[in-house]
Structures are given as C-alpha cells and as structure tokens.
C-alpha cells in the first residue's frame, strides 16, 4: 500500500529526529501538527517549537492547533483523509474521535520499554529510579496514556554515569530505526498487536519543579541518580549561602556525615546525605557560570561542615 496521507504530530527535539527518519525512509508527511508557539525568555518573546523550526526549515506545511480535540480541528483532519497519524512527544492527549480518523490508526512512538514508564518523563524517570535499562517502544495509540497495543521493543543499557539527555539522544537514534520499520509493517497489514497489561510498574509523570531540589536526607545514590536525570536541564539544584547552587554533575561514594554538612578531602567536595556522600564534580552557583568543583572550592574558600541546605 501507498502511504499518500501521513500525518505527523510532534513537538521536542526527540521528535524531530523520527521526522528525520521518515524523510530518509522517503515516508513525507502531508502535514505536520506541533504545539503552539511559547513564550520564554527575559524579554518574553515567542518561541517556535523544534517541529517547528526543523518543518520550516524543509518548506514542510505546519499546523499548531489550540485544540487538536476540537470540533473544528476534527473536521480539517477529517478533509485530509489521513491515512496514518504519526504521534512523536506530541504532548497532547488525542481524543477517540481524532484516532478514529486515519484509516490505518495511529501509532506512537514513546522512549521506555512499556507497560513501564507510562507518561510524560520516561527518560529522566528511568535514571531517577536507578534504572539499568530502558528502550523504545512502537504501538498503536488507544484513549489512554500509552497503553495502545505493542508493534516493536527495543532495549538499551543506562550507563551508570549517562545523564538524560545523553540517553535522550541514544534513544531517539533507536527510534529513528524503529519507526519506519513499524510503518512498513502496518503498510504490509502485518504489525503484531501485543496488548499491554492495565497495570503499569512503574508510571513516568511530567517534572514539576519541586522535584529538581535535592534533599540531604535522601541517600547519596537517590541524589546521585537524581542529578543525572536532570541534567543538562533543568538541572538539580541545593542552597549554599544562602543562594541557588545548581549541580550538574555529582557520584555517590562511602562515608559518613551530617546530612547537608560538608567534607573537604584535598580538591574534593563531599556533602553528607542520608547514607553516604555525595561528591559534587560539577556545579553553578547562582549567577555564574558552570565550573568544575576544584574552582568552586577555591573561589569560595569552602570550609569544612559549612552547610548545603
């Protein structure tokens, strides 16, 4: 079968390698729906989403809804006759009636190994749990958050000092793979269907920004794995005099002190958690550049038990 209609939708960088697969794979979306433009910045200026600034940049016809479950939005979709929706760290949750309208359904691509991680931060969760592999999953989508029928698996090892956004691009390489296999299969009618169970291990929902702070009661490997997972963004953070002191990079090693107490080893920092310490490798005080500990010590003239809160 020839693939006339694609439809993709899709917002994040993780999206944009998939659209690039599908451009190599020669599988060229009739139109491609992204989220609205944001607005960030000290000034406050309008940022395009990266689907957006990779379709504009190939001439690629791009839509941004409001509300892609709306009736108006249904009834553009419904004149495309789609033949395939093409969902990629969208963001939004597709209604029955909008996966009900292309012919072959739609499929998704999300970055765990499902059941497990269902939801928004599968990557970061992954290596916040302490996770030793994850992967990519293909399936077709259903009403809920990733629970559509498994088409393709494939698994990766976390290396135990991979940061998310490392593992991000590793997975998005595999996507990049296993997408235009998956299509393949549903164009030949022959993409297995292997339903997922109702209960999810464990669920991977969106990062609020209490969650970027470390508490030393917690033990070293807990902050550890924490500090990987948000790094480079948003990044863990902690106080320190009295102001936000980010860490980027940091290791769980043996030991023992007060939670939030410092240990000055030569050029080393440790900070005592709940079990164990925590060497901090790489940090930015508030205001400042990212710097290595060594310098941090230095320009600071750390003293030993001052306190990280």
Not at 74 to 102: H, M, N, Q, T
Not at 226 to 237: D, E, M, N, Q, T
Not at 263 to 268: A, D, E, I, W, Y
Not at 275 to 286: D, R
Request: hydrophobic share 45%; glycine share 8%; net charge positive.
């Amino acid at each position: 079968m020839i693939l006339a209609n694609l439809i993709f939708m899709g917002t994040s960088n993780f999206a944009c390698r998939t659209l690039a697969a599908l451009e190599q794979a020669n599988y060229k979306p009739k139109l491609i729906i992204t989220r609205t433009d944001s607005i960030s910045g000290r000034h406050r200026q309008p940022s395009m989403p990266p689907v957006k600034k990779w379709a504009a940049a190939r001439g690629l016809p791009v839509w941004q809804p409001i509300n892609i479950n709306s009736r108006e939005s249904i009834a553009k979709l419904r004149s495309l006759a789609p033949d395939l929706f093409v969902v990629v760290a969208y963001g939004k949750i597709l209604s029955k009636e909008v996966l009900s309208l292309p012919a072959l359904g739609a499929i998704n691509v999300h970055a765990s190994l499902l059941p497990d991680l269902r939801g928004a931060a599968p990557v970061e969760w992954a290596i916040m749990l302490g996770y030793t592999e994850t992967g990519v999953t293909t399936m077709f989508m259903d009403e809920g958050v990733d629970t559509g029928d498994i088409i393709l698996q494939q698994a990766t090892a976390i290396g135990a000092e991979e940061i998310s956004g490392q593992l991000r691009e590793r997975l998005a390489a595999m996507a990049q793979q296993l997408l235009p296999e998956t299509i393949n299969l549903v164009l030949q009618g022959k993409a297995p269907r292997r339903p997922q169970p109702p209960v999810c291990p464990q669920y991977a929902p969106v990062l609020d920004r209490a969650i970027e702070r470390l508490d030393w009661t917690l033990p070293a490997q807990a902050l550890a794995n924490k500090v990987r997972a948000l790094a480079p963004k948003p990044g863990s953070f902690c106080e320190f005099r009295g102001k936000r002191l980010k860490i980027f990079r940091a290791a769980a090693v043996s030991g023992s002190a007060l939670s939030g107490r410092a240990v000055l080893q030569g050029k080393r920092l440790l900070v005592g958690t709940g079990e164990g310490l925590l060497e901090l490798a790489e940090v930015q005080p508030e205001g400042k550049k990212i710097s290595i500990v060594r310098d941090f010590i230095n320009g600071y003239h750390i003293q030993e038990e001052e306190v990280f809160l």
